[in-house]
């Protein structure tokens, strides 16, 4: 009968094994636990829809910019239109001022926003578009 002593080679080439075994399996996990989620959470921007006027975004003191931001002016508060995902879609996204409008997407506070591209202008938000339409 053969016992440990005679095959103790084999012995320690599967322990070894399985020790290398779990060595990379609780690499994998580290890693796996370490990797960032940069994707927020559902229900911090969820869908939205506004109703109102296409307008150029105005600057922060009320005049008319130089150059023209696409925005929807709901009541008194202006949203920059962000139409570059309507755009790939293939839809039209020209409309006259003060064109009566509805666009659906996320809306993105200006206080979440870091850039300082949006300080000169009067805007309370910028709406990711997934859909435009004419009313």
Known sequence: M????????L??????????????????????N?????????????ATILQGNYVC???ANGTKAPDCKPAIKV??????L????VREGGA????????PILAAG????IEAISSDEWKKYRVKGIMKVDEIAKQ
């Open 34 to 46: 370490d990797i960032p989620n940069n994707s927020p959470p559902v229900d911090q921007n969820p």
């Open 11 to 32: 012995w320690i080439i599967l322990i070894a094994i399985i020790g290398i075994a779990l060595i990379i399996v609780g690499y994998l996990t580290f890693l796996s």
């Open 82 to 85: 962000d139409l570059a995902t």
């Open 75 to 80: 009541g008194e508060e202006y949203y920059a």
């Open 57 to 59: 975004l105005p600057l």
């Open 106 to 109: 996320n809306v993105t506070p």
């Open 2 to 9: 053969e016992t440990f002593r005679e095959h103790r080679a």
């Open 92 to 99: 039209t996204t020209t409309f006259t001022q003060n064109t």
